[in-house]
């Protein structure tokens, strides 16, 4: 079966960088669509960014556009989420998400990885 399993969350102070990983296995994902999404304590999951693995078409949260950045290591079958210039309103712990490209859901998720900047 479809598992993903995130890493690379932690500690950093406001201005820092981090890089989250998402290690896919169980099956051929050239037909997928991966995504990152966020949950904040007492606030809903939302859209962080998502990338095509086929074409490695990207799409950004606006919160989030111009300092993350999303990528696809084929080689390794692994989705980083590279963060830049972090903000305490990021902290949050971070899911990777998988679908197939025609479904209009992610169906696949990972345990979710802690974020926290600190101001």
């Known amino acids: 079966q479809v598992q993903l399993l995130e890493s690379g969350g932690g500690l950093v102070q406001a201005g820092g960088s981090l890089r989250l990983s998402c290690a896919a296995s169980?099956?051929?994902?050239?037909?997928?669509?991966m995504g990152w999404f966020r949950q904040a304590p007492g606030k809903e999951r939302e859209f962080v960014a998502a990338i095509s693995w086929r074409s490695g078409i990207a799409s950004y949260a606006d919160s989030v556009r111009g300092r993350f950045t999303i990528s696809i290591e084929n080689t390794e079958n692994t989705v980083y989420l590279q963060m830049n210039s972090l903000k305490p309103e990021d902290t949050a712990v971070y899911y990777c998400?998988?679908?197939?490209?025609?479904?209009?859901?992610?169906?696949?998720w990972g345990q979710g990885t802690q974020v926290t900047v600190s101001s």
């Open positions: 998400a998988g679908r197939e490209k025609l479904a209009a859901n992610y169906n696949y």
């Open positions: 169980g099956r051929t994902f050239s037909n997928y669509r």
